[in-house]
Nanobody, 127 residues
Framework: QMQLVESGGGLVQAGGSLRLSCAASGCTFGGYTMGWFRQAPGKEREFVAVVSRSGDNTYYANSVRGRFTISRDNAKNMVYLQMSSLKPEDTAHYYC????????????????????WGQGTQVTVSS
């Protein structure tokens, strides 16, 4: 059973940066595509970014492209989300997720394609 634990959230001013981390255990980490999602109060959980099993390929939501960077370290069983130029609308609970489905990353933007989820970490961006 894979376990995911996120960390690194917090309160930051608009324009600032944060780096989220997600530690995986209980799995062969390199066999999973890893994604980040977020959910703001009263809204549905939405896709943020995804990284391929090797880490060579990434795909982002339009709302974060150019500001966020997803990466992974398979030797450490870690996935990261570097967030820069943060905006108040980035405020949400951020979740790390893992998928064993082998498909184009563009198709891995829906929550139902991910089998494992962490508990999330809160990011609050003040204006």
């Amino acid at each position: 059973q894979m376990q995911l634990v996120e960390s690194g959230g917090g309160l930051v001013q608009a324009g600032g940066s944060l780096r989220l981390s997600c530690a995986a255990s209980g799995c062969t980490f390199g066999g999973y595509t890893m994604g980040w999602f977020r959910q703001a109060p009263g809204k549905e959980r939405e896709f943020v970014a995804v990284v391929s099993r090797s880490g060579d390929n990434t795909y982002y939501a339009n709302s974060v492209r150019g500001r966020f960077t997803i990466s992974r370290d398979n030797a450490k069983n870690m996935v990261y989300l570097q967030m820069s130029s943060l905006k108040p609308e980035d405020t949400a609970h951020y979740y790390c997720a893992a998928s064993q489905i082998a498909m184009n990353l563009v198709l891995l933007t829906v929550t139902t394609r991910y089998a494992y989820w962490g508990q999330g970490t809160q990011v609050t961006v003040s204006s």
